[in-house]
């Protein structure tokens, strides 16, 4: 069955399909990460988009149950050079076909994902069509170009929990997978640090590392709905606040907005990625979308009190914008090395900080996985 892909500038590519069949509207955008297209179609942050994977043959290891980052995949198309014919690893339940078949979510392969790449670093991230039913090449340009876009859209109502809920209170899911397994690991080194705090987590389209991660760490979470207001949180009486990930336009986020800015300074607050981009709107600043956005497992982020760089797994296509914050009240912690971009904040003066990258890096290197740690520093301060 053949496949194509439709871009607003007019480019049309043609492949052949896998996965389910049909057509998605989205924003078309790459990721350059080597390994982890499991983690990456089960990210609440791609709804609404359409992922090129930059790495040449994709599929190779197949699918594991354990490797997802929340209960279903959220991209609405996948888009790969080569997708390989055979699941080698003895984890694997099943090939990248038949679980993007089994959920209805089409695929191209087979295209010039070097050539789509640059394109989409020279031009911006650009909505698209994906289809592998028969359609003209202008007729699907066209219906690319009619799509509302991201920015303005709310998605995060869409993929976050209806109901409040306890993460792990068993302590089995949080384990690591070796542990939990018995590879002939010692039994020792699979027991979960005892709980010490207990925060609550907005779920913006939070990612299952990090409630592992955080879990991990010694927290409890207690996960609530995206809409959640900052009295209900308080309710609770939690040792900290998390601000998880998610899609979407940070902007269109009012309800979460007025919460976080609710909570400064009545409990330590701790964000990731859209948490990021909240917390800075809660406190009085902007955000604005980037070109094509920072998605892959190897951005280089600088801490400006330390000066070291950490290499940093990232999935966002918007920004704080910092000239917006409040001066003399927050401070940008990092920075992207790449394009200067604004990594992360910290309150003088509240305990609340942020960042825009992903400690728990499901896929990527774990450079960043202290600042869990740091989250219970600061808890332990203000008590």
Not at 39 to 44: A, N, S
Not at 159 to 175: I, K, M
Not at 290 to 302: A, D, E
């Given at each position: 069955?053949?496949?194509?892909?439709?871009?607003?500038?007019?480019?049309?590519?043609?492949?052949?399909?896998?996965?389910?069949?049909?057509?998605?509207?989205?924003?078309?955008?790459?990721?350059?990460?080597?390994?982890?297209?499991?983690?990456?179609?089960?990210?609440?942050?791609?709804?609404?988009?359409?992922?090129?994977?930059?790495?040449?043959?994709?599929?190779?290891?197949?699918?594991?149950?354990?490797?997802?980052?929340?209960?279903?995949?959220?991209?609405?198309?996948?888009?790969?050079?080569?997708?390989?014919?055979?699941?080698?690893?003895?984890?694997?339940?099943?090939?990248?076909?038949?679980?993007?078949?089994?959920?209805?979510i089409p695929g191209i392969k087979g295209i010039d994902t070097r050539a789509l790449t640059k394109k989409l670093r020279v031009?911006?991230?650009?909505?698209?069509?994906?289809?592998?039913?028969?359609?003209?090449?202008?007729?699907?340009?066209?219906?690319?170009?009619?799509?509302?876009?991201?920015?303005?859209?709310?998605?995060?109502?869409?993929?976050?929990?209806?109901?409040?809920?306890?993460?792990?209170?068993?302590?089995?899911?949080?384990?690591?997978?070796?542990?939990?397994?018995?590879?002939?690991?010692?039994?020792?080194?699979?027991?979960?640090?005892?709980?010490?705090?207990?925060?609550?987590?907005?779920?913006?389209?939070?990612?299952?590392?990090?409630?592992?991660?955080?879990?991990?760490?010694?927290?409890?979470?207690?996960?609530?709905?995206?809409?959640?207001?900052?009295?209900?949180?308080?309710?609770?009486?939690?040792?900290?606040?998390?601000?998880?990930?998610?899609?979407?336009?940070?902007?269109?986020?009012?309800?979460?907005?007025?919460?976080?800015?609710?909570?400064?300074?009545?409990?330590?607050?701790?964000?990731?990625?859209?948490?990021?981009?909240?917390?800075?709107?809660?406190?009085?600043?902007?955000?604005?979308?980037?070109?094509?956005?920072?998605?892959?497992?190897?951005?280089?982020?600088?801490?400006?009190?330390?000066?070291?760089?950490?290499?940093?797994?990232?999935?966002?296509?918007?920004?704080?914008?910092?000239?917006?914050?409040?001066?003399?009240?927050?401070?940008?912690?990092?920075?992207?090395?790449?394009?200067?971009?604004?990594?992360?904040?910290?309150?003088?003066?509240?305990?609340?900080?942020?960042?825009?990258?992903?400690?728990?890096?499901?896929?990527?290197?774990?450079?960043?996985?202290?600042?869990?740690?740091?989250?219970?520093?600061?808890?332990?301060?203000?008590?």
């Amino acid at each position: 069955m053949k496949a194509l892909l439709a871009l607003e500038d007019g480019s049309v590519f043609r492949g052949e399909a896998f996965g389910g069949g049909g057509t998605f509207e989205g924003e078309v955008c790459f990721n350059t990460s080597m390994t982890g297209y499991q983690e990456i179609l089960t990210d609440p942050s791609y709804k609404g988009q359409m992922v090129a994977m930059t790495y040449p043959e994709i599929g190779n290891y197949g699918i594991a149950p354990e490797d997802e980052e929340s209960y279903r995949p959220h991209v609405g198309g996948l888009i790969v050079r080569e997708l390989s014919p055979v699941a080698s690893n003895w984890r694997s339940r099943e090939t990248l076909d038949n679980y993007l078949t089994r959920h209805g979510i089409p695929g191209i392969k087979g295209i010039d994902t070097r050539a789509l790449t640059k394109k989409l670093r020279v031009k911006g991230s650009m909505k698209g069509l994906l289809t592998t039913e028969p359609l003209g090449d202008a007729a699907a340009v066209e219906r690319a170009r009619a799509w509302r876009g991201l920015e303005g859209m709310d998605y995060v109502k869409e993929v976050t929990h209806a109901e409040a809920f306890d993460w792990d209170e068993a302590g089995e899911r949080s384990r690591h997978w070796r542990d939990r397994h018995e590879l002939g690991a010692d039994p020792e080194s699979g027991r979960l640090e005892a709980v010490r705090y207990r925060i609550v987590a907005f779920d913006f389209g939070i990612k299952y590392n990090i409630l592992r991660s955080l879990r991990r760490h010694g927290f409890a979470v207690r996960v609530v709905p995206a809409m959640t207001t900052a009295a209900e949180v308080m309710e609770c009486n939690p040792d900290g606040i998390f601000l998880s990930n998610g899609p979407g336009d940070p902007a269109a986020l009012d309800y979460a907005h007025r919460a976080v800015h609710g909570l400064l300074g009545k409990k330590p607050i701790f964000g990731i990625c859209l948490g990021h981009q909240i917390l800075g709107h809660a406190l009085g600043g902007r955000t604005f979308k980037l070109k094509f956005g920072h998605r892959g497992g190897n951005q280089p982020v600088q801490d400006v009190s330390t000066g070291r760089v950490t290499i940093t797994s990232q999935n966002h296509g918007f920004a704080v914008d910092p000239e917006t914050l409040p001066a003399g009240e927050v401070e940008v912690s990092h920075v992207n090395l790449n394009d200067g971009t604004c990594e992360g904040l910290r309150h003088r003066l509240y305990p609340a900080f942020s960042v825009q990258y992903h400690p728990e890096a499901a896929p990527g290197p774990h450079d960043a996985d202290y600042f869990f740690g740091e989250f219970g520093k600061l808890i332990d301060s203000v008590r």
